[in-house]
DNA sequence: AAGACCTACAACCGCACAATA
DNA sequence: CTATTGTGCGGTTGTAGGTCT
C-alpha cells in the first residue's frame, strides 16, 4: 500500500479504495501530493478532459473528482475565507431571481464556487427558515429575505462604507451575518426586536427599484 | 474534563445533457 | 439513429473542529 503523506483537506479520515475493473479507485481526501500531481497536469495540458486527466496523471481518481478538486480548490483565484457583505446581498439578490441555480450565481461572484455558495445557502439561509418555521420557498420567507435581511445588509455595507469606525448599536464584524433572530413568536422576524408584517406597496416598490441592473453591476465590480 | 451538539465545508453521488463514434 | 463517453450541475453526506452544557 502506498504512503499518502498529510491530508489537504481538513478531514483525517481513513482513505478508501473501491475496486473497479482496472484496479482502485481512490476517494476520500485529497493529499498534498495528489494536488501537486493534478496542478503539474492541468499546467502542462490545461482545464478539461478530466478523465483523460484521471488516467494519464496517474491518480488513481476519477474524472470528475479531479474537475472538482480543480474547480473548488486548486484553480488559482479561488476566493477562501468568509463571505462579505456585499456576497452574501448578491447570494441572496441571484437566488431570489434564479433559485437553486448555483453554478449561474457562481458566475457572478468572482473566485467563490458554486459549492460554496450552496453551502452558504444551506447552512445560514436554511437555518434561517427553519428557525422561522417556514419554508424556504414560501412567500412569508422571501419577503422577510427582500425587505427586511437584504435592506439591513444594503444599509451595513453604506455603513461600512462611509465611515471606519464603529456605528453605536450595529455589529462592526464585517463578516458577521445579520441573521434574524427567531423571537419566541414564530411568526416574527429579526435581530432587534422587528417584527415581520407584509411589506407596505410603497416598500416593495423602493426595493424592486433598489435592484436595478446597475445595482447588481455596481455590487459585482466592488467584489472584482 | 468530557460528552453532546452544532457549523462549515470538502467530496461524493445520481442525473441530465452534449459530443462523438 | 443509437450507444457510449465526458462533462456539468444540484443534492446530499460525512467529518473536523468549535461551542455548549
Redesign the pocket.
Known amino acids: 500500500m502506498e504512503d499518502y503523506p498529510q491530508?489537504?483537506?481538513?478531514?483525517?479520515?481513513?482513505i478508501?479504495y473501491?475496486s473497479e475493473e482496472d484496479g482502485e479507485v481512490?476517494?476520500?481526501?485529497?493529499t498534498v501530493e495528489e494536488d501537486n500531481i493534478l496542478s503539474d497536469y492541468i499546467t502542462i495540458h490545461g482545464e478539461?478532459?478530466?478523465?483523460?486527466?484521471a488516467r494519464c496523471s496517474g491518480l488513481k481518481?476519477?474524472?470528475?473528482?479531479c474537475?472538482?478538486?480543480w474547480l473548488?480548490?486548486l484553480r488559482p483565484n479561488v476566493r477562501?475565507?468568509?463571505?462579505t457583505l456585499e456576497e452574501q446581498l448578491l447570494i441572496l439578490e441571484l437566488h431570489s431571481r434564479w433559485g437553486?441555480?448555483?453554478?449561474?450565481i457562481a458566475e457572478y461572484l468572482p473566485g467563490r464556487?458554486?459549492?460554496?455558495i450552496?453551502?452558504?445557502w444551506?447552512?445560514?439561509v436554511q437555518?434561517q427558515a427553519k428557525q422561522l418555521k417556514c419554508e424556504v420557498n414560501s412567500k412569508q420567507f422571501r419577503d422577510a429575505m427582500r425587505y427586511v435581511w437584504m435592506p439591513r445588509l444594503v444599509e451595513r455595507i453604506q455603513a461600512a462604507a462611509g465611515s471606519s469606525t464603529s456605528t453605536a448599536g450595529q455589529p462592526t464584524d464585517p463578516n458577521m451575518?445579520p441573521e434574524p433572530s427567531v423571537t419566541t413568536s414564530s411568526d416574527s422576524f429579526d435581530a432587534q426586536g422587528f417584527e415581520y408584517e407584509n411589506p407596505s406597496n410603497a416598500e416593495v416598490e423602493t426595493m424592486e427599484n433598489f435592484w436595478s441592473e446597475e445595482n447588481i453591476w455596481f455590487l459585482q465590480q466592488q467584489l472584482m
Open positions: 491530508v489537504a483537506g481538513n478531514y483525517g479520515c481513513a478508501n473501491q481512490r476517494k476520500g481526501p485529497w478539461g478532459r478530466w478523465n483523460a486527466a481518481r476519477t474524472g470528475k473528482s474537475r472538482l478538486r473548488n480548490y477562501r475565507g468568509n463571505i437553486n441555480r448555483w453554478s449561474k464556487t458554486d459549492n460554496e450552496k453551502n452558504y444551506r447552512t445560514r437555518k451575518v
